[in-house]
């Protein structure tokens, strides 16, 4: 059976990801801040669910001892918005560190613990939930400072890391989920999270050396850098 680490589960894309990563026969490590939210109405045999503050390298070493021997894919999910400041004049720089914090470094922290765990793997994936908004192709209306910036840098982080990764044996892939309908994309977003999860899935099940390093939307769509 394969093994599976999910952060930010307990709700939105995270949380239909566990589900629909359980129903697809993998054991599942849930992770969640402080809120289990949809974790807590879920039993399943092949489901664990972790307090873990992605923030903290010892709730993230905690969450490696916990899991054991082998990771065969980590979705790094956990991300946060930011105050959707609408001038440059209203950027608050204290909140975006802490949007940083969540969105590019923090699975940057959770992926250097998980090396040794994807290294037994046959073929570990290494999953990064990102977002178009992270396209500098695509920045035409800008605004969203930190989210747009984070997620750019987080998209770095992880191309930079791809060749490292493919040494262990770990394909990369960097996912754009759609706009979605969850707490983060809002009411009026045209995917709901199931729809959204099951394209992603599509995409982890294929995933493989030779797509390593892509940025990809739900879909199969390559997305512009």
């Known amino acids: 059976m394969k093994v599976a680490v999910v952060t930010g589960a307990n709700r939105g894309i995270g949380f239909e990801l566990t589900r629909q990563l359980l129903e697809s026969g ?14 807590k109405g879920v039993q399943h045999a092949h489901l664990s669910t972790h307090k873990v ?108 890391m791809k060749n490292e990764l493919e040494a262990l044996g770990a394909s990369l892939v960097i996912l754009h989920p759609g706009w979605v309908e969850t707490d983060m994309g809002g009411p009026n977003a045209p995917l709901t999270p199931q729809e959204s999860v099951r394209g992603i899935v599509a995409r982890l099940n294929e995933q493989d050396m030779s797509l390593s390093g892509r940025f990809v939307q739900f879909d199969g769509t390559e997305v512009a850098w």
Not at 26 to 39: I, P, Q, W
Request: glycine share 6%; with cysteine.
């Open 53 to 160: 503050d992605v923030r903290s390298d010892e709730d993230v070493v905690a969450l490696m001892v916990a899991v054991g021997e082998r990771i065969d894919l980590l979705v790094n999910n956990a991300g946060v918005p930011d105050g959707r400041w609408s001038s440059i004049a209203e950027i608050d720089l204290t909140r975006a560190a802490e949007v940083f914090e969540i969105n590019a470094f923090a699975p940057v922290r959770v992926t250097q613990h998980a090396l040794p765990l994807l290294a037994k793997s046959e073929s570990g994936v290494v999953a990064m939930m990102s977002s178009l908004m992270a396209s500098i192709d695509d920045c035409q209306s800008g605004k969203s400072y930190a989210y747009r910036a984070s997620k750019t840098a987080l998209n770095m982080f992880s191309i930079s």
């Open 26 to 39: 993998y054991a599942v490590h849930a992770t969640y801040r402080s809120n289990m939210g949809g974790l």
